[in-house]
């Protein structure tokens, strides 16, 4: 993770915030570069984010109005994305709204009128409805302290979703010259950063990257040999889930979503060549949960802002490593385990290929565009051909190092492929059949003469005499297939570019046909892939029943409001639900998630389903034994870094909060997290070091009087004259000396 420049927030801010994001997201703290970020806005200072897809970028950028007495502008380049989002911000009780293309005119004019009185603290428009005359003339008669633009990848020529319209964002600048602007983006390269910088103007930006490793995900790349069945086993993995499956062609998406209905599968095709309202149906659907499984083009997906995704899968190669991040992204954006699984094929890059030399005259691209697209496809062929960590190989991509030897989460460390027996003899019955045949004939027909197919233009040929003929009849054709592949991608086979591609043979194939070279071929290992120890640890605790049951009532509750079911509650609260079985709305109150505007509308009810489900069977509730989900106690115990060891001995010694920040470099709101979790960890007989006694008694006489240990109803019943980071240690220190049998102090 790096960062520039990277500012902190005062003890005031992060007090407000920390109050924010309690009372209207149910988050007790921010996570990493978060706090820098929202630093950054509240300052007034130019940035540059990077967070991976799940990462909580979009709370980087609805948090500061929330703080300030001014309207922030959002710049998003999907409508779908846009109402998601306000759907999303209006279930917490915040004040966001949208202008876009899909509203009526007098529904545009409410939006207006909310904006000019000065209800509304965040606004949402694409580019081009931003840069229209009328919505300038708006913006200038209000106060617009920060605009945000998202996805800002759209902006660079290097990224991988360029878009032109996004290059006029930079005419902001000169009109609104007081307000910052703070660019996000999942993805992007240091060449994609630094053009993003150029293109918005931003002064002096403070420029936040986070770690691009996504932990929770699963990447496995698999051979390609039965993809319809290959993909119907990744689904039913699956079963009842959340399923995008990308394809290159909006043909491949209605064949393969054809064939999943025709096996059962609730499965349906998107991509652009289908009418709007369709388009729209679909995504709806699958927002709602109605849907399981989405078969797309890459037109899907930035508009989704579904968080329980449990499975992405790429029925052929993406065009790059940027597209495979960002796609896969749409993956476990709830940080629960989720799978992503490219079955892979050669013949996909050279159907790429032929796309961009097709795209390129079509679009009149600079051939320094046209060549970096190419470098970029030979770089995610390179990521599917090479066998090593696929989380290391992410990473590095992008920069960063990765610091486990086995992630443990790919099919590389779990050894999920293996070596074809025999690889380099059938290698060398593959190589001598395209020399039988002359060189003259491409793979279709090499496969029909291995296989012994008794075709007629085969017998008028003369190749059913070959003594190649039949001398793979035992190998399945599409496995026969891929392996010709695997040898084109070792560059020991050549297959032509033209318009009738042809199998030649090179010097390594020569090499290889003379015992001079040995030949590596793969294939998956015959027992299906399973759930890793990841997933189940995930639902270690929860009650599968229960959890269905709140996954009704949610689509329920969802469907009555007109939104997607994600903006009630995530899947991972739901599972925080099933796992503890609160029995209280002070219970629920306490889950990370529930916010107060949530709980006030939603609260009774899902209480009412966790307690009925539980008498009837016969289940516990409040279950505080499991250490996960409750927003009052800490999270789980962080890694043994440096800087927690550091932080942990100097707390031991009696060091100051002032010191620590001084010793590890950590943001103060950082150290103050090490220092809960030492004193829970630690239970020191008292804290008077980092608090007084007075204060420590006026928190331990809120909190029993509050019956609650949650840090806002104690803030406030103290008329705001505790700080919350006092307020945090006391708790935790409450906790360590009673999980321990010692009287408090």
């Not at 009109?175 to 993805?187: M, V």
């Not at 579904?306 to 790429?314: E, G, L």
């Not at 896969?328 to 709830?334: C, F, L, N, V």
């Not at 009555?560 to 995530?570: E, G, N």
């Amino acid at each position: 993770m790096e960062s520039i420049a990277a500012p902190s927030l005062t003890p005031d801010e992060t007090q407000r915030v920390g109050e924010a994001i309690s009372r209207y997201w149910g988050f007790p703290s921010l996570r990493p570069l978060q706090e820098s970020a929202i630093a950054a806005a509240l300052r007034g200072r130019d940035s540059l984010t990077v967070l991976p897809t799940g990462g909580g970028k979009s709370l980087c950028y609805q948090v500061p109005p929330l703080l300030s007495d001014c309207t922030d502008v959002v710049v998003s380049p999907l409508i779908s994305l846009m109402k998601d989002q306000v759907d999303g911000l209006k279930a917490c009780g915040c004040a966001a709204a949208a202008i876009h293309s899909g509203m009526s005119a007098q529904e545009r004019r409410d939006v207006e009128g909310d904006l000019t009185a000065g209800r509304l603290r965040l606004v949402f428009a694409a580019p081009e409805r931003l840069l229209t005359d009328p919505f300038l003339r708006l913006l200038d008669r209000l106060q617009v302290c920060r605009f945000a633009i998202d996805e800002a990848h759209c902006i660079s020529h290097w990224g991988h979703d360029f878009r032109p319209e996004y290059r006029r964002i930079a005419e902001l600048r000169e009109r609104f010259p007081k307000s910052s602007i703070h660019a996000f983006t999942a993805t992007a390269t240091q060449r994609v950063r630094k053009d993003i910088v150029q293109q918005l103007r931003l002064r002096d930006a403070v420029t936040l990257v986070g770690s691009f490793d996504r932990p929770n995900l699963i990447y496995r790349v698999v051979p390609r040999i039965d993809l319809e069945a290959q993909v119907l086993e990744a689904v039913r993995r699956h079963a009842g889930e959340a399923v995008i499956i990308y394809c290159l062609s909006r043909r491949d998406t209605e064949d393969l979503a054809d064939f999943l209905r025709e096996q059962k599968v609730s499965a349906a095709a998107y991509h652009a060549g289908l009418d709007a309202q369709l388009r729209r149906t679909v995504q709806d659907a699958f927002a709602a949960e109605k849907l399981d499984v989405v078969v797309a083009t890459v037109a899907f997906g930035m508009g989704i802002d579904r968080s329980n995704v449990r499975c992405v899968a790429h029925a052929c190669i993406p065009k790059s490593i940027e597209h495979y991040q960002q796609e896969t992204g749409r993956a476990g954006r709830d940080s629960l385990p989720a799978e992503c699984v490219l079955f892979y094929s050669a013949s996909d890059v050279m159907r790429w290929e032929s796309l961009i030399e097709k795209s390129a005259e079509e679009a009149d691209r600079p051939q320094e565009v046209i060549a970096s697209m190419s470098r970029l496809l030979q770089q995610m062929q390179h990521f599917c051909n090479v066998p090593r960590c696929r989380h290391r190989a992410l990473v590095e991509y992008f920069g960063q190092q990765y610091p486990r030897e086995n992630c443990e989460a790919c099919d590389v460390c779990l050894a999920e492929a293996e070596e074809i027996k025999d690889s380099t003899t059938i290698a060398r019955k593959i190589l001598s059949c395209v020399a039988r045949v002359e060189q003259r004939f491409g793979v279709g027909h090499v496969v029909d003469v291995l296989v012994g197919t008794s075709g007629e233009r085969i017998r008028d040929l003369g190749h059913d005499k070959l003594s190649t003929f039949g001398l793979l009849a035992a190998t399945p054709r599409r496995a026969l297939k891929n392996l010709i592949y695997q040898l084109i991608d070792q560059d020991l086979l050549v297959r032509t570019a033209d318009d009738k591609p042809v199998l030649k043979l090179n010097e390594a194939s020569w090499e290889v046909m003379r015992g001079q070279r040995q030949v590596r071929l793969i294939q998956p290992k015959e027992e299906s892939l399973t759930a890793t120890s990841a997933d189940q640890d995930g639902w270690a605790g929860v009650d599968r029943g229960l959890f269905e049951s709140l996954r009704a009532l949610r689509r329920d509750v969802a469907e009555r409001r007109s939104v997607p079911a994600f903006v009630i509650f995530s899947d991972n609260t739901l599972r925080h639900m099933a796992r503890l079985r609160p029995s209280s709305l002070t219970g629920l109150s306490r889950l990370l998630g529930v916010g107060e505007q949530k709980l006030a509308d939603f609260g009774a009810q899902f209480v009412h389903e966790i307690v009925d489900h539980c008498k009837k069977q016969h289940l516990s509730m409040d279950n505080k034994d499991v250490d996960a989900g409750w927003t009052s106690r800490p999270k789980k115990r962080r890694k043994r870094t440096q800087g927690v060891r550091t932080a942990d001995q100097m707390f031991a010694k009696g060091c100051s909060i002032e010191q620590v920040v001084a010793a590890t470099g950590r943001a103060r709101s950082t150290a103050y997290q090490y220092l809960a979790e030492y004193i829970e960890a630690a239970a020191p007989p008292d804290i008077d070091r980092w608090v007084s006694q007075t204060t420590y008694r006026l928190v331990e006489e809120a909190a029993r009087t509050a019956s609650t240990d949650r840090l806002k109803p104690i803030f406030e019943r103290l008329g705001g004259t505790v700080p919350y980071e006092d307020i945090r240690l006391v708790l935790a220190h409450r906790r360590a000396l009673t999980s321990r049998g010692t009287p408090s102090a």
